[in-house]
C-alpha cells in the first residue's frame, strides 16, 4: 500500500514542479517581450541623457503672430479685478481654439494678469507658450524645438509626456519587475549546473555600491 503511493507521490511532485516551471519560462518570456522596446528606448536614453552635455542640440524657435476669433474675445477680456494676477484654467472654448491652432491642448492653468493671459504649453523635447492680449484679443506664441534626442530624453523621464505615457512608465516597470524576478527565480533553479551565476549576480549587485561608496560623495 505505503510502496504504491510513494511513486504515485513523486509523480505528483514532478508534475507540480513542472507545471510551475512552465509558468515561470512563459512569464519570463511574455514579460520580456513587452518590456523589450521599452527597454532598448530606456537603455539607449539612459545613454544619451549621461552624456547629455557632450550631446549638442541646436534648438529651433518658431514664433507666430493670431488674433483670437471675435466671438471668444468676450471670454477672455479685462474684468472683475478679483480675477487678474491669478491661475485658472482657460475657458473650454479658448482652450479648443488653442488646441485647434497650435496642436496642444493646455494642460494646466494659465497666469492671469491685467494685461493678458500666459498660457504655458510644455512638451517633450521642446516647449511652447501662447499669450493672449485681453484687451485687444492678440495672440503671441512662441514654440522651442529641442530635437529628437531631446524628445527620447524627456520620454526617458516623463516629462510633459502625459497621463498616456505615465501609465504606460508604470506597466513598463511592472513588466521589467516580473521579467527580473522570474529570471531571479530561473537562475535559482539552473544555478547548480551553472557555478558562475551567484558570483555574477554578486558581482552584479557590488559593483555598481562600490562605485556609490567609493567616488560618489
Known amino acids: 500500500m505505503s510502496s504504491t503511493k510513494a511513486p504515485d507521490q513523486g509523480r505528483k511532485s514532478r508534475t507540480r514542479k513542472a507545471y510551475w516551471l512552465k509558468q515561470l519560462h512563459t ?13 532598448l528606448l530606456f537603455a539607449i536614453t539612459g545613454f544619451t541623457l549621461n552624456h547629455a552635455a557632450e550631446i549638442e542640440a541646436a534648438p529651433v524657435v518658431t514664433e507666430q503672430t493670431a488674433a483670437l476669433p471675435a466671438p471668444l474675445r468676450p471670454a477672455v477680456a479685462t474684468g472683475d479685478p478679483d480675477e487678474t494676477d ?3 484654467p482657460l475657458p473650454d472654448a479658448v482652450a479648443q481654439w488653442v488646441s485647434d491652432r497650435y496642436g496642444q491642448r493646455p494642460a494646466g492653468d494659465a497666469e492671469w494678469s491685467a494685461a493678458e493671459i500666459y498660457v504655458p504649453l510644455p512638451r517633450p523635447g521642446g516647449d511652447g507658450w501662447v499669450s493672449i492680449d485681453r484687451a485687444t484679443g492678440d495672440v503671441t506664441s512662441e514654440a522651442t524645438d529641442r530635437g529628437w534626442i531631446s524628445y527620447l530624453n524627456d520620454l526617458h523621464k516623463g516629462r510633459n509626456a502625459g497621463t498616456a505615457w505615465k501609465w504606460f512608465i508604470d506597466i513598463f516597470a511592472g513588466a521589467c519587475l516580473v521579467f527580473a524576478l522570474t529570471g531571479l527565480v530561473l537562475l535559482q533553479l539552473h544555478a547548480a549546473r551553472r557555478p558562475s551565476t551567484w558570483p555574477l549576480v554578486a558581482a552584479g549587485l557590488a559593483i555598481p555600491a562600490l562605485i ?4 560618489i560623495h
Open 27 to 39: 512569464w519570463h518570456w511574455i514579460s520580456s517581450a513587452i518590456s523589450l522596446v521599452g527597454l
Open 212 to 215: 556609490a561608496i567609493i567616488f
Open 86 to 88: 491669478a491661475r485658472k
